[in-house]
Nanobody, 123 residues
Framework: QVQLVESGGGLVQAGGSLRLSCAAS????????MGWYRQALGKQRELVAR???????NLADSVKGRFTISRDTAKNTVYLQMDSLKYEDTAVYYC?????????????????WGQGTQVTVSS
């Protein structure tokens, strides 16, 4: 089983910055991609950013030019640098990892989720 530990959330004023981090651990054979989703109060969960094993990145249109996703492969860690934060960015941010893990001598592919970290942007 893969464990995801998130950190970096908090309260920040509009225009400020935060950096989220997420470290994956466990019996990991390989990681296909890591990324971040968010869910605001009363809204559906949406993809914010992701990075694949090949290094390709995807960003939601609403955060392009403001957020940057990166990955430290050696540490199985993904980061989300959040600049020029807006009130609309307020949400619970969830780290996700699509990984292949060892199970009973075999490997399986599954998606894993962190506990979530609150990001609140004030005026």
């Amino acid at each position: 089983q893969v464990q995801l530990v998130e950190s970096g959330g908090g309260l920040v004023q509009a225009g400020g910055s935060l950096r989220l981090s997420c470290a994956a651990s466990g019996s990991i054979f390989s990681i296909d991609s890591m990324g971040w989703y968010r869910q605001a109060l009363g809204k559906q969960r949406e993809l914010v950013a992701r990075v694949t094993n090949s290094g390709s990145t995807n960003l939601a249109d609403s955060v392009k030019g403001r957020f940057t996703i990166s990955r430290d492969t050696a540490k199985n860690t993904v980061y989300l640098q959040m600049d020029s934060l807006k009130y609309e960015d307020t949400a619970v941010y969830y780290c996700t990892c699509n990984a292949r893990t060892f199970v009973g001598g075999l490997t399986i592919d599954r998606a894993y989720w962190g506990q979530g970290t609150q990001v609140t942007v004030s005026s």
